[in-house]
């Protein structure tokens, strides 16, 4: 059994879905809590002037440990219009934009009042559209989510009846493999992959958001890429990446 997990970010990069779809159960951290800087309530797409940061509102001020599951938008802010303008502006010259934008419409035109909501509203529908089948479970529902750091990650493999664990980059710097070891556990670290594919302007920008992948490409390309492969002629090769 090979798990994984993070938190639910907005309109994630391709590499969190390539975790999802890489393990039999994906852990989604409702609980944990906001990091500013990250990108639970933003992401970057392409513009004609170079990467564009979305960004969502929320109301944060004065409560900084809020879980994600609680934390909510700031609505008094018109974020929805700026977004979904930036969005058809930027991409309704895409190839198939306009086979996701009943989808991203509807989204940008509902209400939303918990960021949580909305990201697993979209993180739903591209499982769905790239035929990821894994099995999700949500922190704030079991045993380990009270640990921290290691010891967290350890339980949660426990509570799993998991052998093997897909870490991102970053667990290099926390996790204690001997203690995996010691119950059985084998942890990979999940390899970031450069890759390039036909895009909208000017130079290719790695590490957009997966809609930069899904309108230019289509979900069964999509899917190739972010399985790993490599039936297209994507040039794709492996180096270290800062983003995760």
Known sequence: MKVSGHQPCYIPWYGFFEKVAKVDIFA?????????????????????????????????????NTPIKEIKIDNTQDW???????????????KYFRDYRDFFGDIYHSNWEYIYELNMSIISFIMDELNINTKLCYISEMECRHKKKSDF??????????????????????????????????IDYQEI???????????????LSIIDILFNCGPVRTEAIVRGERSFDERISFLSSSRR
């Open 28 to 64: 989604i951290h409702d609980i944990a809590q906001y990091e500013k800087g990250g990108y639970i309530n933003r992401n970057l797409i392409k513009s004609s002037q170079g990467s564009l940061w979305l960004t969502i509102p929320i109301q944060i001020k004065g409560n900084k």
């Open 80 to 94: 929805k219009r700026r977004h979904w303008k930036a969005i058809t502006v930027n991409y309704n010259k895409s």
């Open 153 to 186: 990650v350890l339980s949660l493999c426990k509570e799993l009846q998991a052998d093997n664990y897909l870490s991102g980059k970053l667990g290099k710097d926390y996790l204690n493999e001997k203690d995996f070891e010691l119950e059985g556990i084998n």
């Open 193 to 207: 992959r450069k890759i390039e594919y036909q895009q909208l302007f000017n130079d290719f920008i790695p590490n």
